[in-house]
């Protein structure tokens, strides 16, 4: 059974037990669309215990919010199939900022209005094919518009992070923005701060990695966004930063996308934000060791290959070089330095490009070294001869440390 499948049975049989269900949300804007949508939300005006009744296998996610997962059968790669089912509400005030303090079971009327964008307000019933739409989603679609449900600056107010999403939505759907909606988005942008780094973060994941991602950037200009939220950066992306963007092409990973923003900035820099916006350690460090890099590969043809094997035997090696690519289409510096990794890379041996290194901390301990700084500096001393040939053997490797560690 697929994802779509489980979405109509369980508006099916929510409908034959007598309850009102529609498919909800951002699944009716891609039904719309012809896209496969990630998810399926359900609405209804069943209840949240009646839902539990209703099927054997469920969860309450928010049920205090009238929202319960009803759990399906695995699907073709095996994992589960969940769809959410929330009955119809009104919200109260949001004092968080992001959750509404209390919630009224009401009608799909009062329930489209209380969403973000009209886009994201229609519903469909997948057993008539039947499109519900009290919010005006479907012709904002069909121009091409992206516009907040009712008053702009309250559904920004009930939660700030639909200021970045607009810009995430616009640029995703490629729709321009509502007059008003970008007027309230721009005079409520500072307010970002207060939504909590890991959301911001994720916005950030889905916006980047997207194809309209360059656009997504001009976009977090025209709402000013860019100091809110990257400080560090300054009031807006540049030029430079844009068209580094838009020369990534494909399926690219966040650390990527997010280095050609961070790309200029030193070490301190990349660090702050990558702590502040609670990254990953391995994203965190994917991004640093890209923007430390970012220059490396286009002095390729005159670095020793003591230095240069380290950097192409890197997990992050296809990342640094689609970043020095789209760096080098964008300032119209030469290519051929870039070619030469990767012809490298393509043709060089991965036992001969990154070979068991000669000496290990144990060898030099069995040699009767003690353990100190000294160990670091001998490693890399014969590591960096092993790769430039000076040392072909581990034989020549300990008579080298011999020599570096012989009394005076």
């Not at 508006?11 to 949300?25: E, I, N, Y």
């Not at 949001?94 to 209005?113: C, H, I, L, N, Q």
């Not at 005079?187 to 970002?192: E, G, L």
Request: glycine share 6%.
């Amino acid at each position: 059974m697929t994802d779509r499948e489980f979405a109509t049975d369980v508006v099916r049989r929510l409908q034959a037990a007598g309850f009102r269900a529609l498919w909800a949300g951002g699944c009716v804007r891609d039904e719309i669309l012809g896209v496969e949508p990630a998810d399926y939300d359900v609405a209804t005006d069943a209840r949240p215990e009646q839902v539990q009744k209703l099927f054997r296998r469920t969860h309450a996610v928010g049920a205090s919010f009238g929202v319960i997962d009803v759990l399906g059968p695995r699907d073709a790669a095996g994992e589960w199939i969940s769809v959410q089912v929330a009955t119809f509400r009104t919200d109260g005030n949001y004092s968080d900022g992001r959750r509404p303090d209390s919630v009224t079971y009401s009608s799909p009327e009062d329930d489209a209005k209380r969403r973000d964008f009209t886009i994201n307000g229609m519903f469909f019933d997948p057993l008539t094919q039947e499109i519900i739409d009290y919010v005006g989603g479907k012709a904002d679609l069909a121009n091409h518009v992206l516009k907040a449900i009712g008053d702009p600056a309250a559904r920004f107010e009930e939660d700030k992070l639909r200021i970045l999403r607009a810009v995430r939505m616009a640029a995703r759907f490629e729709l321009s923005v509502d007059s008003e909606t970008l007027a309230a988005a721009r005079r409520m942008a500072n307010q970002i701060r207060v939504v909590s780094v890991e959301r911001v973060a994720e916005e950030f994941r889905k916006m980047l990695v997207n194809r309209h991602r360059s656009r997504a950037l001009l976009l977090m200009n025209e709402f000013e966004l860019v100091r809110p939220i990257l400080p560090e950066v300054g009031d807006r992306f540049d030029d430079a930063t844009v068209q580094r963007m838009d020369n990534l092409s494909g399926a690219l990973s966040f650390p990527l996308a997010f280095a050609v923003l961070l790309n200029g900035l030193d070490a301190k820099a990349v660090e702050s934000i990558t702590r502040r916006l609670k990254l990953a350690n391995a994203e965190a460090d994917r991004v640093s060791w890209l923007v430390d890099n970012s220059q490396f590969l286009f002095e390729s043809l005159s670095t020793p290959t003591s230095r240069l094997q380290p950097v192409l035997v890197h997990p992050g090696i296809e990342d640094l070089i689609a970043l020095s690519r789209a760096t080098a289409i964008a300032s119209g510096a030469v290519l051929e330095p870039i070619g030469f990794c990767e012809r490298i890379l393509q043709t060089t041996p991965p036992e001969q490009l990154n070979p068991p290194p000669f000496l290990t901390g144990d060898d030099l301990r069995a040699m009767g070294l003690k353990p100190g700084p000294q160990f670091k500096r001998l490693l890399d001393a014969v590591r960096a001869g092993q790769l430039d040939g000076a040392l072909r053997t581990a034989d020549d490797a300990r008579a080298f440390v011999r020599s570096q560690t012989a009394p005076a």
